[in-house]
């Protein structure tokens, strides 16, 4: 018999009190001092799920460090020395990282871009669509998940290879073991019922399910920098700890504890966007991580319903997955409830006394 403790068993009631009509279901893992806390599901729950945006952070940002470690760039690399296409000659790559370059949030691109070629084809009308993309300089960060498309084009440039090799090579670097994975040409790896299920979808004219949420990456077949990534709990927890290690200095088979420290770091004054470089950082009163995480903290949500945060001062990680959008993408009560959950936890850490 697996034996629960009162911070999981109040959690878990917590949970099943306030997912009704706002997420089919929720899993929740935390750690404390690197040791887990919490394992809890609620609801109907799946082995895996789109982690959405959470590939910004398990992908992308990986893949940037480890690109500087093998000085690849700096952080005063304007884009254009890499991408002679990029529309605007000063831009920084730190800008696309903090999302500070004055890129569109979002375009509708899968409308633009022609299904019935291969990846790589696709990729070269994504680069076309980029370089056409105007950009409007602001001093206040817009996320955009345009500029972290880019990232992808700069990270193919530094490494000569494909997308889909440069995820390999982190992979086996940072996450080897793993069921991490990309839906190369939007084919799941497992059976199908084992993927939450994310939106009846009116441009595919289908539940999506086992396949990537986001169009622009299901059009761009399935892989992109900004998301596409599928994973479980186990997944991200591990990717979550393997941030952590990083910061320690204590992840030996990966980066540098400097280049983690310095990703980590707010990379925007404040008031001008809470973003470190590639992660987010807790906005004063309205944070995705609750109340008690401190402003030092870094992570990730995503608009599937799913985030990995960790608080470095109180050395706590949290993750939650679900599938909030299955009720509909313009639901906003899982935003309500995410942070809610972190208070949760950081609140049943702290009675337990441990």
């Not at 990703?263 to 925007?268: G, V």
Request: charged share 20%; proline share 4%; aromatic share 12%.
């Amino acid at each position: 018999m697996i034996r629960t403790s009162v911070l999981e068993r109040n959690l878990l009631k917590q949970l099943e009190e306030s997912i009704t009509d706002v997420t089919p279901g929720v899993v929740v893992r935390a750690y404390q001092g690197g040791r887990m806390i919490a394992d809890v599901a609620a609801g109907n729950t799946y082995p895996y799920y789109d982690l959405a945006s959470l590939t910004k952070i398990i992908f992308t940002t990986q893949a940037m460090m480890m690109a500087f470690e093998d000085k690849k760039w700096s952080f005063e690399s304007r884009v254009r020395e890499t991408l002679s296409w990029f529309p605007d000659e000063e831009t920084l790559i730190v800008d696309l990282l903090n999302h500070s370059s004055g890129m569109m949030w979002w375009s509708d691109l899968y409308k633009q871009i022609d299904l019935s070629k291969s990846i790589i084809q696709k990729r070269t009308q994504l680069q076309q669509l980029l370089a056409k993309s105007p950009l409007q300089h602001q001093e206040q960060s817009v996320y955009s998940d345009l500029g972290f498309m880019t990232l992808g084009f700069i990270l193919e440039a530094f490494y000569d290879r494909p997308l889909t090799e440069v995820w390999n090579d982190v992979k086996d670097k940072f996450y080897l073991g793993t069921t991490l994975e990309f839906h190369e040409n939007n084919v799941p790896k497992n059976k199908v019922s084992l993927y939450a299920p994310t939106e009846e979808c009116p441009w595919r004219k289908k539940l999506v399910q086992g396949e990537v949420h986001d169009e622009n990456t299901w059009a761009l077949g399935g892989i992109s920098t900004h998301a596409g990534l599928f994973g479980s709990i186990d997944d991200v927890a591990w990717a979550s700890l393997t941030m952590r290690s990083q910061l320690m200095g204590i992840a030996r088979y990966s980066i540098r504890q400097k280049t983690a420290m310095q990703f980590a770091h707010r990379s925007r004054p404040e008031g001008k966007g809470d973003w470190a470089l590639g992660y987010m950082m807790p906005t004063p009163g309205s944070a995705s991580c609750g109340a008690y995480f401190s402003l030092n903290s870094i992570g990730h949500t995503g608009f599937t319903g799913t985030s990995s945060w960790y608080d470095p001062k109180m050395d706590m990680n949290i993750i939650i997955l679900s599938n909030r959008v299955l009720y509909g993408r313009d639901l906003k009560l899982f935003q309500q409830l995410r942070p809610q959950i972190h208070n949760w936890v950081v609140e049943g850490f702290r009675r337990s006394g441990v």
